[in-house]
């Protein structure tokens, strides 16, 4: 397995447009995450998955955002008119479900520069 | 609020010898810690963790305390190599067997070993 995979690693893009990412977990997790990093800060939840189901969505996520993961397996995040406070690396995590703690997994991220 | 601290930005350690990076925690419902390790252009790199049941954990070369009663933990790295320089950071979260156990993370610590 080669871990959790993000596409695409860089995305540039005018104020205004719409912008769609993807992840791919590590086969078999359940769990799934979605977290936005900032300079100079350290990751913050965005939104959570078990399975297909969407359990909680961070207050940092506007209507603007939104995301799925159809089938339980890779998951997409989407921004619509894209503003340049989203400027951000957007990191996803999978991890498998068990008892006494989740560790998670963390992809190489997407790095998304609004202009 | 900044739930989970880490004060220091920034750390020099000589090769050979120890590191400690530092973490303070507010939220008393915190029972799981971890660490990960962040190169560039990477995602986060899990270390090592601990359940607030244990005080200590220990994996090669590193050593992960925890002191529930001042809501602090510290992580050992002996000895340290030229290898381990990179951004470290703490995140805790709350166990949940059925749900979500998002990570809150510390700003980070950027360890520099000095060969």
């Known amino acids: 397995d080669t871990g959790v995979s993000q596409d695409p690693r860089h995305k540039i893009t005018k104020r205004g447009q719409n912008v769609t990412f993807r992840c791919d977990p590590i086969s078999e997790h359940n769990r799934l995450y979605w977290y936005r990093q900032t300079l100079g800060q350290g990751p913050e939840f965005l939104t959570y998955f078990q399975n297909e189901a969407q359990l909680e969505k961070s207050r940092l996520l506007s209507d603007r955002f939104s995301a799925e993961r159809p089938k339980g397996s890779f998951s997409t995040l989407e921004i619509q008119r894209t503003e340049q406070g989203d400027s951000a690396m957007y990191l996803c995590?999978?991890?498998?479900?068990?008892?006494?703690?989740?560790?998670?997994?963390f992809g190489a991220g997407t790095r998304l520069s609004v202009l | 609020d900044q739930q989970v601290k880490q004060n220091s930005p920034s750390l020099s350690v000589q090769e050979g010898r120890i590191s400690i990076l530092n973490c303070d925690y507010t939220n008393s419902m915190f029972d799981y810690f971890l660490w990960y390790k962040k190169y560039p252009a990477e995602g986060p790199t899990f270390l090592i963790s601990?359940?607030?049941?244990?005080d200590k954990n220990e994996d090669g070369r590193f050593t992960v305390f925890l002191n529930k009663s001042a809501k602090h933990l510290s992580l050992h790295i002996v000895p340290s190599q030229p290898g381990d320089s990179a951004v470290y950071f703490c995140a805790a979260s709350v166990i949940s067997n059925f749900g979500n156990e998002k990570l809150t993370f510390g700003t980070g610590t950027r360890l520099t070993i000095i060969p």
């Open positions: 601990i359940s607030s049941i244990k």
């Open positions: 995590a999978s991890s498998p479900r068990h008892r006494g703690g989740d560790i998670q997994y």
